[in-house]
């Protein structure tokens, strides 16, 4: 075991082929047919080295990077001086489950605030939307005389010809937008620029942030109507699958480049997240996008998740003499699931298993590294793992895997035994509700500590959400408190409408839509409008 690289990458590197296929986290930036693996690296200094041996190298801002490499290989590129950390990608979920007026977003375009300056609509400011795409041809994103309003298009699905020093998707000015939205037919248009994004989730969270309703008459305009778009469609390895956090870095980067580029502040919107990690923004990739925010000017609006009613994260506290029973629900024809406990290091604790038949397994012998073991149906692959660089938690990390099709169904119990506790405080997270089946679940769930990453990054403004009409908090929208650098620090910083909220819809007209997804375009908009602000009072003190 490695400690320059994350448990989890550890552990997927012991696992077997047949393990990987089966579990929700160890096969995500892994190439089977290759044999190579996609991986986050913290560096300092100089990749020459790594460049000497690596399949693939996108350098991003402040010395982190994404490294492909051949699975034998990994070794070699720990070994690197150079090379502080690694980690491997994980699978992102994107947040779905009559917001201007109650944003105040009315008021700060109807009067003159103040009077030199005029109302507000993010003229002069880019907004980011990091997402599955947008329907380009869409009148909300498009000026009166029929021009996009998109400054650049990258789509990481296209292949043919990446932003320069990238590796993958196809990037598309303006200008090559116009050209296409300036063609007769629609096949003429998709041959010229071929994006589309199938989900709509991409098209709807742009409308709310800066969509300017020339499709249904001005009624449902969003917030930053004037600014221009940064569009980055994130990539899915599988047709079916899930963006990965190689790709959303990947698109930051560049639509903070962009943004340099054009000497324009930039309000980026991120509507996805997972549930794996530690929660406290110690992972790479909070750490990456907490640097790259002290970039240019740059505001970073994240959404903190549906997990808040998903029964998926349970937290309590251990006494000596004393034991925790998790109590963990099973529904039938569960594929596969996961469960992460982090605890304090110096904690000693014992853990066992119950199964739904009444079988005891455990108590399971504490040594870092991988054991496996077999309970009916299901297997057990378990991982003891030590401080890393970057968190100094303790991660055990079980994943239930099928001996056929499905995991043991019933009710699973986790028991914790305390033998020495300095600390005592554990946490324990389930995979995102997306894949899980309903009814899968704690009995005895904590809504604390449910925001999901990487909204959990200290310099980001993480975004709730919240019914309108009831005034009350949404049940689902993620909450609680993550341990900062300098302080204890609640979560979300803000929440904004996201319970049936109307905005734009692939292909024309409306729809309606919930979710913290939604919530999130409405703080990224009301963020190009402060900064177009900003930039109006510099100019006219100048």
């Known amino acids: 075991m490695d400690q320059n690289m994350e448990n989890l990458l550890n552990l997927a590197l012991d696992a077997t082929e047949e393990e990987r296929e089966k579990s929700l986290n160890l096969e995500v930036g892994y190439f089977p047919i290759e044999r190579e693996w996609e991986l986050i690296v913290k560096y300092s200094g100089s990749l020459d080295a790594v460049r000497n041996f690596a399949v693939q190298v996108v350098e991003l801002k402040n010395e982190y990077a994404i490294v492909t490499v051949r699975e034998e290989d990994i070794d070699r590129l720990a070994q690197i001086p150079q090379v502080e950390y690694i980690e491997k990608p994980k699978r992102l979920y994107f947040q779905v489950e009559n917001g201007r007026r109650v944003s105040c977003i009315n008021s700060m375009q109807n009067t003159r605030f103040p009077s030199d300056i005029g109302a507000l609509f993010g003229k002069g400011v880019l907004v980011a939307v990091l997402d599955s795409g947008i329907d380009y041809a869409n009148e ?68 709310i942030a800066a969509g300017n309703g020339r499709g249904s008459g001005g009624q449902n305009r969003g ?40 000497g324009k502040p930039l309000a980026v919107n991120i509507s996805i997240g997972n549930t794996y990690g530690s929660h406290d923004g110690q992972s790479l990739l909070e750490r990456f996008i907490d640097d790259i925010s002290n970039l240019w000017k740059s505001v970073i609006c994240i959404g903190t998740g549906n997990e808040g009613a998903s029964a998926g994260h349970v937290s309590g506290r251990l006494t000596e003499g004393g034991e925790e029973r998790i109590q963990l629900a099973v529904q039938p024809n569960q594929a596969t699931i996961n469960v992460q406990i982090w605890k304090s290091y110096v904690d000693e604790v014992d853990i066992s298993l119950i199964t739904p038949s009444g079988t005891h397994v455990g108590p399971i012998q504490s040594f870092l590294g991988p054991q496996r073991f077999r309970v009916g149906g299901t297997e057990i692959l378990l991982f003891y793992g030590e401080p890393s660089p970057y968190n100094v938690s303790q991660e055990i990390y079980l994943d239930f895997l099928p001996v056929g099709d499905y995991i043991t169904s019933g009710v699973w119990e986790i028991v914790l035994m305390p033998r020495k ?52 908090y949404a049940d689902f929208s993620g909450r609680g408190f993550i ?24 292909g024309g007209g409306t729809v309606t839509v919930s979710g913290t997804s939604f919530a999130t375009p409405f703080a990224t908009g009301g963020a190009a409008l402060m900064m177009e602000w900003g930039e109006c009072v510099i100019i006219l003190l100048s």
């Open 223 to 262: 917030v930053a109507s004037e600014s221009e778009l940064i569009i980055v469609k994130l990539g899915r390895p599988q047709e079916d699958g899930f963006p990965r956090t190689t790709e959303l870095m990947q698109a930051l980067n560049y639509a903070v480049e962009q943004a340099l580029e054009a």
């Open 140 to 207: 909300d994103f498009r000026t009166g005389d029929g021009e996009t309003r998109i400054y650049r298009l990258w789509d990481q699905t296209v292949r043919g010809n990446p932003p320069q020093g990238y590796g993958i998707g196809t990037e598309y000015t303006k200008e090559m937008i116009d050209e296409a939205l300036s063609k007769d037919t629609w096949e003429e248009m998709r041959r010229l620029v071929p994006s589309e994004d199938t989900s709509g989730h991409g098209t709807a969270v742009a409308g």
């Open 421 to 472: 506790i300095v600390n005592g405080g554990y946490e324990l997270w389930l995979p995102s509700e997306n894949v899980l089946n309903r009814g899968t679940g704690f009995l005895y769930p904590n809504e604390q500590m449910t925001f999901t990453i990487p909204s959990t990054a200290e310099r980001v403004i993480s975004v709730g959400a919240y019914d309108a009409r009831a005034l009350t």
């Open 483 to 506: 341990s900062g650098v300098n302080r204890m620090r609640g979560k979300p910083d803000i929440a904004a409408p996201g319970v049936n909220v109307t905005t734009t819809a692939v």
